[in-house]
């Protein structure tokens, strides 16, 4: 996701990406300070650099449920923000009909600075294995990419491998090897929150 990890802006609003810095040589507070290392080793991550200044993250997890549970949880979008850490919103704006177009507001604290953005984003569901998504205006350069969804085996049962791909491009103010390093951080805990929110509904529809 943002993505999430997903981050939003319409065209009637300026820019909101802002950063209170001090030292920005300083290393990242981790994101992950309170989370079970091995549940995040759970999750894969692999960087690649497109070019100077873009790179692309793909992050995976394999979730022992089935992928209709899965992309419910992906497909409840204004629900997004109640569970994926560091989205503080999530919204459907208005769009022509059979389309879908998602305003999220995303605020991230580093170790002595705070930098919030938001992206509007244009997403193409191709259920039950896409979610495309692409950023038609805000605070990067490019944002752009898919959740992808496909069966596997855990345990003797089907589960769902569940891959999130994302393209990026910060502009000139942000430095691209911290918005790398963090947003890292973030999908490993991103994903494990999407695998607990499908686990926490899953034991309601079973009660």
């Known amino acids: 996701m943002t993505t999430n990890h997903i981050l939003t802006v319409t065209k009637q609003q300026k820019s909101t990406q802002k950063i209170e810095a001090t030292d920005m040589g300083d290393e990242l507070s981790p994101s992950s300070d309170f989370v079970d290392p091995t549940a995040l080793q759970t999750v ?3 960087v690649e650099k497109i070019a100077d200044r873009q790179r692309q993250i793909t992050a995976q997890i394999q979730i022992p449920h089935s992928i209709e549970q899965v992309w419910q949880v992906l497909t409840n979008y204004e629900a997004l923000a109640d569970f994926i ?3 503080s919103q999530s919204r459907r704006l208005d769009c022509p009909p059979g389309a ?4 999220q507001i995303g605020s991230q604290r580093f170790l002595r600075f705070n930098f919030s953005a938001r992206v509007v984003l244009d997403l193409e569901e191709s259920f039950p294995k896409t979610i495309n998504f692409r ?5 990067f350069k490019d944002f752009s990419g898919s959740w992808n969804l496909e069966p596997c085996s855990l345990d003797h049962r089907t ?3 569940l891959c999130y791909t994302v393209k990026i491009w910060p502009k000139a ?3 691209v ?11 490993q805990m991103n994903l494990l929150a ?3 929110r499908v686990q926490q509904l899953a034991k309601v529809t079973q009660s």
């Open 44 to 46: 894969q991550v692999q």
């Open 159 to 161: 589960g769902t491998n």
């Open 85 to 87: 850490p560091n989205l």
């Open 100 to 103: 879908i177009r998602l305003e």
């Open 135 to 139: 950023m038609i205006e805000g605070d």
């Open 194 to 196: 999407v695998q607990q």
């Open 173 to 175: 103010m942000m430095p």
């Open 177 to 187: 090897s911290i918005i790398e390093r963090r947003l890292s951080q973030d999908l």
